[in-house]
């Protein structure tokens, strides 16, 4: 069953090429996000948090990579900023891309151009951000986010290893010795964490596919747009086109792949991973 959840994780995206669900909450969901950054933007770590689920999954640029809650994130966050004298960050949201809501779940895909100073010189990148959130008592809640966008890719024998990694998770050609214990997908629930993630995430695969009869996967990726390695932690984005058939009839979608890696008895695996459907 490991091997066969590693063979199918490459399809990932795979689902995607359905229309976001109309739903009267995707404007909820919408306005938890603006918030969410309304408040980043203006530094005010109460409103930020007020967003966020007390666990989450986060995937970004700087080392680790990953982070289990969004208070770790924003530690590491300040963290890093100090250290490389950034200043003055701020987000701004381009567009929706994708939002799906069914039920307390939802996901979200959006474009964003992230300003900031680096030494005292004005920086920009433009990226896609991926979110899963859950409806709570008080509203909708942040429950994941993961960050994409094009910023260098590494050289050396850890990349390259880290890059056959993740071409051996989604091209099936082994079993999953160490399976990730957080993942984002484009089908509800749309978030799983734990040391079941993987497993409750492929029996969710293969329910989806079902529903929509969806056959024939297939998964390319195209050269990376971001990958970074930080001793035994790794971070990379990539590009993905998944094509399958649908009724018999071939669809294709665009997206992007983000992964946090971890390295473990000289070997890289992937401890999460996050689908952004374009």
Known sequence: MISNIAATALACAMLASTAAYASPDASAVKDTIRAALTAANKDDGAAFMAKMTPQASVIDEFAPFRWDSFSDWGAAYAAYNSQNSVAHPKTTQIKFLHVNVEGDRAYAVASVAYTYTEGGKARKEKGIETYALEKQAGGWRIASFAWMSKAGVDQGADATAVSDTVHAFTSMT??????????????????????????DWFAGLQKSMAQEHSTDIAL????????????????????????????????????????????????????SWAWATK
Do not use: R
Request: no cysteine; glycine share 8%; hydrophobic share 45%.
């Open 220 to 271: 390319k990726l195209a050269a990376p747009d971001q990958l970074s390695v930080n001793g035994d932690k790794a971070y990379a984005v990539f590009p993905t086109i998944i094509t399958s058939k649908v009724h018999g009839k071939t669809m294709s979608e665009h997206g992007a792949l983000a992964f946090a890696l971890d390295k473990a008895g000289g070997a890289w695996h992937i401890a």
């Open 174 to 199: 082994g079993p999953l010795s160490i399976p990730p214990t957080a993942v984002v997908d484009e089908f509800a629930p749309y978030h799983w964490t734990g040391a079941s993630a993987n497993a």
